[in-house]
């Protein structure tokens, strides 16, 4: 079972382009998260996915980003037109499919092992 | 709305012995879930433990428990037995889709 996998893991752009994130999921896991994690902070809710559809998403999502989930498998984040402040560890994390009874497993979230933004 | 604070920004704790990080929340939801996240230095987040808000019962894995104080809001982390492996930044989280993370606490095991 592999677990979280996110590419690239570390990203140095220059202001004002733009950056795309890639992340696969846990294979059997219909959820899929966005974090954002800056220097001494702890993980921050971006937007997330229930198999394709993107159920829910965060203020801290401005304009200037977009997620995609076209299959309902991996899921890219898109970041156009970069600021210094978008600088930060990019967070991806699964989470399994619903069960009928509601399960804890069903919120238990994996986390892959990020992607850092730099932004000069 | 949700909130998690980590009142510890370091902890440090002798190798073998017990030590214990404290975690507060506040929500507006009726069905959350507590968990407590690991981080070791440059590598990815761990789920360490999970809390379902409406048990009673305290979770246990291995080494690691909780203490869930539901009328409290508090969710402390018991480490027993530390070993240098558990040095790391820790993270206490709550929710149900959408996690809200403290700031975490940096734990360092002296040996």
């Known amino acids: 079972d592999t677990g979280v996998s996110q590419d690239p893991r570390h990203k140095i752009t220059k202001r004002g382009q733009n950056v795309t994130f890639r992340c696969d999921p846990i294979s059997e896991h219909n959820r899929l998260y966005w974090y954002r994690q800056t220097l001494g902070q702890g993980p921050e809710f971006l937007t997330y996915f229930q198999n394709e559809a993107q159920l829910e998403k965060s203020r801290l999502l401005s304009d200037r980003f977009s997620a995609e989930r076209p299959k309902g498998s991996f899921s890219t984040l898109e970041i156009q037109r970069t600021e210094q402040g978008d600088s930060a560890m990019y967070l991806c994390?699964?989470?399994?499919?619903?069960?009928?009874?509601?399960?804890?497993?069903?919120?238990?979230?994996?986390f892959g092992p990020g992607t850092r933004l730099t932004v000069t | 709305a949700q909130t998690v604070t980590q009142s510890q920004p370091e902890m440090s704790v002798q190798e073998a012995e017990t030590v214990t990080l404290s975690c507060t929340y506040d929500t507006s939801e009726n069905n959350y879930y507590l968990f407590w996240y690991k981080q070791p230095p440059s590598r990815q987040m761990i789920l360490v433990i999970r809390q379902e808000a409406y048990k009673q019962q305290n979770a246990t894995e291995n080494r690691f428990s909780v203490n869930f104080q539901k009328a409290a809001k508090s969710f402390s982390l018991k480490i027993s037995d530390s070993q240098l492996g558990d040095t790391a930044m820790y993270f206490c989280a709550g929710g149900s889709y959408q996690l809200t993370f403290g700031k975490g606490t940096k734990l360092s095991v002296i040996p």
């Open positions: 994390a699964s989470s399994a499919a619903l069960s009928a009874a509601l399960t804890l497993l069903s919120y238990e979230q994996y």
